[in-house]
């Protein structure tokens, strides 16, 4: 809120990401301060964090236009995430959960926030972010369990640590799955995810390895859009634009190839079954941006495509994002997924969880909470179990 100032007082690897913009009608506007280059509004960032006080209102406004569309970029209505922003105002007062603020006003192209009165000072978001001091628990708490290898592989363009995670088949390993999370800043759902299924899987889990680089983008974790190579890199010269997913073919930036090094050697000492890369998908009201990607027919062998397509369908039924099979790979395009495939062999896909929208099975979709983002980790992790 005071720019600069709070800023710096803040606990390492939180950041603010928001603008304020104007005063309308006694309350301060907001806005996100991601910058524009990105496409497709829903994936800009907003974060504030609000100092104790009195109550007071806020208005939050979201860039509202059409992006055009782009070849190769097949996002479907990938702009107006001001039309749900309602659904996903978020407070966290420090030292407690995020909670979803339920009555927000909508504006044009926005909403109208009433703060309660803070005895602690609090986050106020878009959506539910994950922090980097929980991304440095995680690590801590896997480093003290016995059944986890934690390792650096590598580290990331502005030099932080990259971080990958083996837990090896107790016995008789049935095979290995391969996951990724968090190539892009701001999606942060993966982490969600990531995090609570390494911490809970369950005892039937131990046929299996896991192979876990719970973070490819810990430049984005700590220091937000300005730490995220996609804002620094050249989108027009260069391959993958600064774009991480984009760099897998062959792997060409810090932090793809040191993970690919760390998959290829695990993918060496067992059989690799199946991989998984989480992300946040696009949004507008018409689609929750959720989803599991499978090969454009005739991209890859009947027999894997297939059991790639079953494996989709039973996801669904385990998992509560929206279903939809989303054809969208090609085996020799630039990202993780392919390279899985086109490397190792085995059926690999891409997560998309939607922003705003839980999908549970049975009943009618309803807004996201810190706890259906973090039961997805577990439930996908039951469906690897279940599928193999
Ligand atoms: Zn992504």
């Known amino acids: 809120m005071n720019g600069q100032l709070t800023r710096a007082r803040l606990p390492r690897g939180t950041f603010e990401c928001a603008t304020r913009l104007e005063t309308e009608n006694g309350r ?9 280059s990105i496409p497709g509004n829903a994936q800009y960032v907003f974060l504030l964090h609000l100092p104790r006080g009195p109550a007071f209102s806020l208005d939050i ?29 978020f407070l966290q007062p420090r030292g407690g959960d995020w909670q979803r603020i339920t009555a927000p006003r909508p504006r044009p192209f926005g909403v109208e926030v009433d703060i309660p009165a803070l005895e ?24 003290q369990d016995p059944a986890w290898s934690v390792t650096k592989i590598g580290g990331s363009l502005e030099g932080r640590p990259l ?46 390895t896991w192979a876990v680089v719970p973070c490819l983008n810990p430049d984005g974790l700590y220091r937000g859009w300005r730490g995220d190579l996609m804002h620094r890199g050249d989108a027009l010269n260069e391959e993958h634009g600064g774009n991480i997913n984009r760099a897998w073919n062959p792997p060409c930036l810090p932090e793809s190839a040191a993970a690919a090094g760390f998959f290829k050697n695990t993918a060496q000492a067992d059989r690799p079954l199946h991989a998984l890369d989480f992300h946040m998908g696009w949004s507008s009201p018409q689609h929750s941006g959720g989803g599991l990607t499978v090969y454009h027919p005739g991209e890859i062998d009947p027999e894997t495509d297939a059991h790639m397509r079953r494996f989709t369908e039973d996801f669904f039924k385990t998992v509560p994002i929206q279903p939809f099979a989303w054809e969208h790979s090609r085996l020799n395009g630039p990202g993780a997924t392919p390279w899985f495939t086109r490397e190792l062999g085995c059926p690999a896909q891409t997560v998309e969880f939607s922003r705003f929208q839980a999908h549970l099975p049975g009943s009618p979709p309803r807004p996201v909470t810190p706890d259906y983002y973090r039961n997805l980790g577990p439930q996908i992790a039951e469906c690897l179990i279940l599928k193999y």
């Open 28 to 36: 301060p506007v907001f806005g996100p301060d991601t910058p524009e």
């Open 61 to 89: 406004l979201w860039p509202h236009r059409e992006t055009p569309p782009r070849p190769g970029f097949d996002y479907p209505h990938n702009a107006n995430f001001s039309e749900v922003l309602a659904q996903v105002i």
């Open 120 to 143: 602690q000072p609090a986050w106020l978001s878009v959506g539910i972010p994950y922090f980097a001091c929980q991304y440095e628990a995680l690590l801590d708490h896997l480093e």
């Open 163 to 208: 971080h990958a995670c083996l837990r090896p088949a107790r016995g008789q390993s049935r095979g290995l799955f391969l996951l990724t999370a968090y190539q892009h800043y701001g999606e942060w759902a993966g982490l969600h995810a990531i995090d609570a299924l390494m911490r809970n899987l369950p005892p039937e889990a131990d046929a299996f």
